[in-house]
């Protein structure tokens, strides 16, 4: 089926680890977004992107960084992981900036610990 | 910039009476509106939005949202709730301007609770 598909679903890093958060849509989407999601403070966001090579800094970006080659994929990588970015991470895609909707991924549930 | 105030964490309703989500925005510039819902362990999924026209617009699953540009409100409104509308509700916006392209803005969103 077509959509945002994230992986992993779930992780365990410690603290000081990295790794990356992967996000791929096969709807030929523009628009690509990555939020972070903490209980009781909605949806935040980290980074965005418009295009392939084009990616800016959305409300949270600080231990984050991504990258965006090509269309279909937008991955997350977090560096240093620190106990304050355990949350869960959605992954979005738009064909015209989310004016007509998001479509959004399954996330990933991450626990620095 | 933008913000979003949902004035209830949480909404417990009992099966088939009426409720209401309150969302009120905050903006110096015109805006379009949204309403999400998530199911548990799900991502969301869009509800209905407004963009511009009738005040009134209709969306998925029997729900509905007046857009008050006076009251800077946007509240989500369905006659008879089901068990099935359990779920995390959220309201966004984005400027007008921006076409969306630089992300929404969301509210801390209200969990609505449906007893049987």
């Known amino acids: 089926n077509a959509g945002v598909t994230q992986t992993p679903k779930f992780r365990i890093l410690k603290i000081g680890q990295s790794m990356t958060l992967q996000c791929a849509q096969d709807m030929n989407h523009n628009y690509m977004y990555w939020y972070r999601q903490d209980p009781g403070m909605g949806l935040k966001l980290i980074y965005y992107s418009v295009g392939a090579g084009i990616t800016d800094k959305g409300e949270v970006p600080n231990g984050y960084n991504v990258s965006r080659s090509t269309t279909e994929d937008f991955p997350l990588r977090l560096e240093l992981a620190a106990p304050s970015q355990t949350s869960v991470y959605f992954c979005a895609s738009s064909y015209d900036g989310g004016v007509y909707g998001y479509t959004f991924g399954s996330g990933t549930r991450l626990t620095v610990v | ?116």
């Open chain 2, 1 to 116: 910039a933008q913000s979003v105030t949902q004035l209830d964490s949480q909404v417990p309703v009992f099966e088939e009476a009426p409720v209401e989500l309150r969302c009120n925005y905050s903006s110096s510039v015109s805006v379009y509106l949204f309403w999400y819902v998530q199911y548990p362990n799900q991502g969301l999924q869009l509800l209905l939005k407004y963009l511009s026209g009738s005040t009134l617009v209709k969306g998925i699953n029997g729900f509905e949202a007046e857009f008050n540009k006076s009251q800077t409100s946007f509240h989500l409104r369905k006659p008879s709730v089901h068990i099935s509308d359990t779920a995390e509700y959220f309201c966004a916006v984005t400027a007008f301007s921006g076409g969306g392209a630089d992300g929404l803005t969301f509210g801390k969103g209200t969990h609505l609770i449906i007893q049987p």
